[in-house]
Structures are given as structure tokens and as C-alpha cells.
């Protein structure tokens, strides 16, 4: 038999990933009756790099949890170093984009597992009413075919039904708030796998985030703690396609074998502890159509991801979480009929238009080894470039600020043949 919650949500919102508790979190505060629902239990694993983008750190202040991340003892990358399939790398620091506040000249490094539990829980303590180990598994309409819930498993009560004026999808990659809405393009057209496990025992670490790249594979690497010997993430991104059977057949033998692809990480892991659990992950690339319908609003990776080099994505969560919650709190406020947020929905497009852009150049690079090798040595004549690149993928600077004039125009100054080296 189906349960019925005896009260209406004002919202209900579906996973508490860094979108959903985002969102729980601001509409509470703002005295909203939230319900945040997630399949999982809390502290939970999740495939990712473990890196915030350097901007995140004014969103954490925001949202009340900055306090509760540092006392995590994060890691605080001061930048991002690239390494070629060739071998020759670039790196650029944060340091030249962060107008002189301390806050934006690191990125936050910690484990998604601590991370997102710090936002649960603060969801929490804002009012939101938390239900784990609850998989929703379909969507409630009003007689005019507005969403108006969701239909869900309760791990511990069985089948149940949730009503809400709004319904938030923050349910990640193929989000299921996402498909019964029919709301997915088409299925991925860039094909990638991943493979993330935390180790220690890195040698040579410094300040930075690395990037090793590979023909048709890329490896991040991060300390994800301060202190020495600090636990480290290490993903691995591999082209699905070619790779995919050998990844099936044994997760960590494969991880082993393509530790060997990057000639300058091998011999630093030669001492690092790989036996601990892997996580895998992909594809990635999930455009959907829109992300707002009569009731109902998609959030963070469920409205709509393509590919984690730049690791903007958590930034980028919280970020859309903020406009998302605003909205909700306009709409819910001015109306009693199924709010629409399309106001969200072009306040998203604009913010993500620009870095979902470089994202899809980016990849036309990394997509042909030798091109990457050439990228990578001129930007590497280029600091002032590298600057500006970091810094837009840390979401410190707009993308237009790589085609100003100062960092353009040192890239093809010192990129000229005859002032390399
Ligand atoms: C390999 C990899 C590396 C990455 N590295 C970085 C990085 O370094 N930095 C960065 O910023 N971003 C990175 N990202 C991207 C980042 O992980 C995501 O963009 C981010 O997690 C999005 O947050 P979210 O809340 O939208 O979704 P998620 O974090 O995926 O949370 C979704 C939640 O919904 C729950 N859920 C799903 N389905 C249901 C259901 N049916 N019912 C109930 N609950 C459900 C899940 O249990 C989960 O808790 C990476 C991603 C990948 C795959």
C-alpha cells in the first residue's frame, strides 16, 4: 500500500547532493516547508575530484558552511598545473584574479563524502525536514498535468507519495526527475569513463592541482587534506569507447596499467597505497531541453552536465542552487498556481553559457593528442595566459577574459616560433 506524507511540501527536493542541499538549505531559511529527499545515506561516497573551483569560497560563506568546510582541514590549491601527453606542462595560479581577497587566491580541496555531509546537515539545522534511503521513482501531476510530487521507495516504509507546490530535480546525472519529464536531449555523444580512488604515499606534491593528459585519457590529481602526506584524490577519465570493455573487466587492474600512460605520475604512486575502494562513474554528457516545466525545476548536474576536466561542477551546483532557491521563493510567494521558474532558467543559461563554451573547445583539444602537446607548449610561454585560464575555470574570471587583450596577446607573442624555447 501506498503512504501518503499527511502535509504538502511547499517543496520537495530530490537528492541532497551540493544542487539539492543548496537549495533545502536557502528555502528553508526563508521559512519554506522543504522536504529533501535522497536515496542514499549520509556520510555517502561520491565519484568526483574533490576540487571546488576558487569562487566556490564566497558561495560557502553564503550559504553559512565555510566554517564547518575549513574545520575539515580541506586542502588549498593555489592553482593548476597541465601536463602534456609530451611531457612539457603549463601552470597557472589563481593568485592574479583574485583582486586582492585572500578567499578567492585558493581553491577548497576535501572529500565529497565530508563536503556534501556539511551541506546535509546544514540543510538540516535551516529547518528542511531530511529523508535518506528514499529512491523516487516517479513524478505526481495536478489534473492539468502540472508536477505536483513525487512517488518514491522508502528503504524503511515502502512504497510513499510526497505532494509539493514545486519539486526540485537535483538528483545528479540522468536524473530520473529529469526523464520522466522527458526533459533529456539525446544520450551521450561524448563518451568518457571514470575512475576515482583517495590515496597516500604521493610523492612530489606541491601547491597545485594537476591535470596529466594522455591519448584519450586524462588523470587529476589533489591533495584533498592539509598536512603532510595528505590523502589524495586520483581520477582517471578514460574515452569509453576504446577503453570501456578492459575498465569492466577489473576496475583496479586498469587503474594500475594506466597509471603507466602518464611517464610523470607513475614513479610518484610507485609508493602510494592503490588497494583502497574505487569509484566509477560516466558518461557524462547529459544536455537536457530546459530545466523548468509547470512545478518542477531541474538543478546542478540533473539540468544538465557534459564532461568534469574543469571540475567546475560542484561551483556550479551551488550557484544555480542560489538562483534556483531565489526563484522558487518569488514564484511560491507571488502565486498559488504551479510555479514556473523560467526567470531560473534564463538567469542559468546566462551564467553557464560561457564556461559550458570553453568546456566544449577544451575537449576539441584534449580530443587529439598531438594538438594538446602544441596547446600545452605555447601555453606554457604564456603565464599571463595560464593565469587567466586557471582562473576561468575556477570560476574567478568570465570566459571573455581569454580573449582581452592582455592574456591573448601574450599567448601569441610568446608562442611565436622564435621565442620558444
Ligand atoms: C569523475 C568526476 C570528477 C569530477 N570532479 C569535479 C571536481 O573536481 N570539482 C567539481 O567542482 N566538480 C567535479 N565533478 C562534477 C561534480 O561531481 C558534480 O557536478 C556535482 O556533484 C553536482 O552536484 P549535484 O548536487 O547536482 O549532483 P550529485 O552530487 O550527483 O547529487 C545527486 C544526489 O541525488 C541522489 N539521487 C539520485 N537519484 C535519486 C533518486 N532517484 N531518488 C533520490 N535521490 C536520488 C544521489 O544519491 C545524490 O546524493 C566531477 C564529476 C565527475 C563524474
Same mark, same amino acid.
Given at each position: 500500500m501506498v503512504s501518503r506524507a499527511p502535509h504538502p511540501a511547499d517543496i520537495v527536493v530530490v537528492g541532497a547532493g551540493p544542487a539539492g542541499a543548496a537549495v533545502a538549505l536557502l528555502t528553508a531559511r526563508a521559512g519554506l516547508r522543504v522536504l529533501l529527499l535522497d536515496r542514499r545515506e549520509f556520510p555517502r561516497p561520491k565519484p568526483c575530484g574533490d576540487c571546488l573551483s576558487a569562487a566556490a569560497t564566497p558561495l560557502l560563506d553564503r550559504l553559512g558552511v565555510r566554517a564547518a568546510v575549513e574545520a575539515a582541514h580541506p586542502a588549498r590549491l593555489a592553482g593548476w598545473r597541465i601536463v602534456a601527453p609530451a611531457g612539457h606542462a603549463f601552470h597557472g595560479a589563481f593568485d592574479r584574479h583574485a583582486a586582492g581577497d585572500d578567499a578567492l587566491r585558493s581553491a577548497l580541496a576535501l572529500p565529497r563524502e565530508r563536503l556534501d555531509a556539511i551541506l546535509v546537515a546544514a540543510a538540516h539545522d535551516a529547518g528542511a525536514e531530511l529523508r535518506t534511503g528514499v529512491h523516487v521513482t516517479d513524478l505526481l501531476r495536478d489534473a492539468a498535468g502540472a508536477v505536483a510530487g513525487v512517488v518514491a521507495r522508502d528503504a524503511r516504509a515502502g512504497p510513499v507519495e510526497f505532494r509539493a507546490r514545486l519539486v526540485v530535480g537535483a538528483d545528479g546525472l540522468r536524473s530520473i526527475v529529469a526523464r520522466r519529464l522527458r526533459?533529456?536531449? !539525446?544520450?551521450?555523444?561524448?563518451r568518457k569513463l571514470s575512475l576515482t580512488t583517495h590515496i597516500r604515499g604521493v610523492a612530489g606534491l606541491g601547491s597545485l592541482g594537476e591535470m596529466h593528459l594522455a591519448a584519450h585519457a586524462c588523470a587529476g590529481l589533489a591533495p584533498v587534506e592539509d598536512g603532510a602526506d595528505p590523502l589524495c584524490n586520483l581520477t582517471l577519465v578514460v574515452d569509453a569507447d576504446r577503453f570501456g570493455r578492459d575498465l569492466a573487466a577489473g576496475a583496479p587492474a586498469f587503474l594500475r596499467r594506466a597509471i603507466g600512460w602518464f611517464p610523470e605520475l607513475a614513479p610518484r604512486l610507485?609508493?602510494?597505497?592503490?588497494d583502497a575502494p574505487i569509484l566509477a562513474s560516466g558518461p557524462f554528457d547529459w544536455p537536457t !531541453?530546459?530545466?523548468?516545466a509547470p512545478g518542477v525545476a531541474l538543478v546542478g548536474d540533473a539540468a544538465g552536465y557534459y564532461d568534469p576536466?574543469?571540475?567546475q561542477g560542484i561551483f556550479q551546483a551551488l550557484a544555480t542552487a542560489e538562483i534556483a532557491a531565489e526563484e522558487a521563493r518569488r514564484c511560491l510567494h507571488e502565486s498559488a498556481a504551479p510555479p514556473l521558474l523560467r526567470r531560473y532558467a534564463a538567469r542559468r543559461r546566462r551564467l553557464l553559457r560561457g564556461p559550458r563554451a570553453l568546456q566544449h573547445a577544451i575537449e576539441a583539444v584534449l580530443a587529439r593528442p598531438a594538438l594538446s602537446d602544441v596547446a600545452v607548449r605555447r601555453i606554457a610561454h604564456a603565464p599571463r595566459f595560464a593565469d587567466a585560464l586557471v582562473a576561468v575555470t575556477g570560476d574567478l574570471a568570465p570566459v571573455r577574459t581569454l580573449l582581452r587583450p592582455p592574456p591573448l596577446l601574450h599567448l601569441l607573442r610568446h608562442a611565436a616560433p622564435e621565442n620558444r624555447r
Open positions: 526533459l533529456l536531449r !539525446r544520450p551521450p555523444r561524448l610507485a609508493a602510494a597505497d592503490l !531541453r530546459d530545466v523548468a576536466f574543469t571540475g
